[in-house]
């Protein structure tokens, strides 16, 4: 498949581990966020949002914390699994609804 | 489910050539989107949709243009494809505040 990941941060975990993805946004006005997911040779999958009006939100094996205070997200997937390798971005919504990405983050997890 | 579909996974073209690429969605969106995806760069908005007959530039427009003249359908237009534009196009759909994403087309611009 074709790599979207070169020159992307990269991080690896076992699988079972904790994995944490960090992710730094720009407009401090904007009031919704979403993680996508990317595997090979597709499009981004929503995973998750927040909105600027809470700090945590939960979902299935992933939580999305929210600190508007230093401008950061990040993404917490319990019990990784070797299916949840692909690339992660995050994104903040802007003016009618456009997203501004990150750059993003490859997670590799070995068995 | 929502769904978002692309007219193709693959294509090549010439240099020169007018390329035509085809998002659908039947959810009845009125917004939608097109982004080009390059390793190290991320997914850049080069054009967006609001309704019909609407469009607004993104952050990349140079050497593109669109076409909304149905609801379910934005089409995105390279009227002379260049070698710089060999990349992965992403079109998504908006439901709510959340963007939807097609597949993708991986143009390669010989």
């Known amino acids: 498949g074709e790599s979207v990941g070169l020159h992307l941060p990269t991080l690896s975990v076992q699988e079972g581990d904790n994995s944490i993805i960090n992710c730094a946004y720009s407009?401090?006005?904007?009031?919704?966020f979403i993680w996508y997911k990317q595997e090979s040779g597709k499009g981004p999958q929503f995973i998750i949002d927040i909105r600027s009006n809470m700090d945590k939100r939960q979902g299935q094996r992933v939580t999305v914390l929210l600190n508007k205070t230093v401008k950061h997200l990040s993404l917490q997937i319990a019990a990784t699994q070797p299916g949840d390798s692909a690339v992660y971005f995050c994104?903040?919504?802007?003016?009618?609804?456009?997203?501004?990405f990150g750059k993003g983050t490859m997670l590799l997890v070995s068995p | 489910d929502v769904k978002v579909t692309q007219s193709s996974r693959y294509l090549v073209k010439r240099t020169g050539e007018k390329v035509f690429l085809e998002c659908v969605q039947d959810m009845d969106h009125e917004n939608m989107f097109w982004y080009r995806q390059d390793p190290g760069l991320g997914l850049r908005l080069i054009y967006f949709?609001?309704?019909?007959?609407?469009?607004e530039k993104g952050d990349i427009p140079e050497g593109y243009s669109v076409s909304r003249e149905k609801k379910e359908r934005f089409s995105l237009i390279l009227e002379s494809a260049s070698t710089n534009q060999t990349s992965m196009y992403l079109c998504?759909?908006?439901?709510?505040?959340?963007?939807?994403f097609g597949p993708g087309t991986r143009l390669l611009v010989l």
């Open positions: 407009n401090s006005a904007s009031d919704y």
């Open positions: 998504a759909s908006l439901t709510g505040e959340t963007q939807y």
């Open positions: 949709s609001y309704d019909v007959k609407m469009k």
């Open positions: 994104a903040e919504k802007g003016g009618y609804s456009t997203l501004t």
